[in-house]
T-cell receptor
């Protein structure tokens, strides 16, 4: 497979469940991201990883726990979520080294995981 | 902080009509600017980009010019098709690999 693959595509969970979202990229990129897309709101950056190290946590509640075991895989562990956490969660990757001070960093996105919290 | 503002939608056009989606930004320094497109059921795809003032990005008949004096990056297409129906996001990248997106504009093209 090529590109960025996210699983599952759809997830329904109760507020007391524990689940995980998975993201995998086969592009040789060294930066990976989680974004949250809610209706009628701008995309919200949640986490950034560079070379497996977390470099950005955008004040995300602790009920979202990211994990990046290697440069190709990124997880988002979910527990004790709220109904307002229902959204499309998008994973992206980039060759972070091409950005730097010029800022011309191009992201490749997965198709997203549609999460519904009951 | 850095931010992007784009026109609210939905924008509804007939096939072959001219398209403009406005985008303005606020940023320190000299950001790179992007348009991403999201087709139904898919993730975002890069449509075009510009990295410095007066640059014009273009792809698939879409164009946008980086206007530093008006801090704008408006998206245009001379003749839209039904297949262009999607959500369009304006974005900027000013520091390192952090991308800031606008709220998105829904485009609906009728045949």
């Amino acid at each position: 497979e090529t590109g960025v693959t996210q699983t599952p595509r759809h997830l329904v969970m109760g507020m007391t469940n524990k689940k995980s979202l998975k993201c995998e990229q086969h592009l040789g990129h060294n930066a990976m991201y989680w974004y949250k897309q809610s209706a009628k709101k701008p995309l919200e950056l949640m986490f950034v990883y560079n070379f497996k190290e977390q470099t950005e946590n955008n004040s995300v509640p602790s009920r979202f726990s990211p994990e990046c075991p290697n440069s190709s895989h990124l997880f988002l562990h979910l527990h004790t979520l709220q109904p307002e956490d229902s959204a499309l969660y998008l994973c992206a990757s980039s060759d972070g080294t091409s950005g730097g001070l010029s800022g011309a960093n191009v992201l490749t996105f997965g198709a997203g995981s549609r999460l519904t919290v009951l | 902080g850095d931010s992007v503002t784009q026109m609210e939608g939905p924008v509804t056009l007939s096939e072959e009509a001219f398209l403009t989606i406005n985008c303005t930004y606020t940023a320190t320094g000299y950001p790179s600017l992007f348009w991403y497109v999201q087709y139904p059921g898919e993730g975002l795809q890069l449509l075009l980009k510009a990295t410095k003032a007066d640059d014009k990005g273009s792809n698939k008949g879409f164009e946008a010019t980086y206007r530093k004096e008006t801090t704008s990056f408006h998206l245009e297409k001379g003749s839209v098709q039904v297949s262009d129906s999607a959500v369009y996001f304006c974005a900027l990248s000013a520091r390192g690999n952090k991308l800031v997106f606008g709220a998105g504009t829904i485009l609906r093209v009728k045949s």
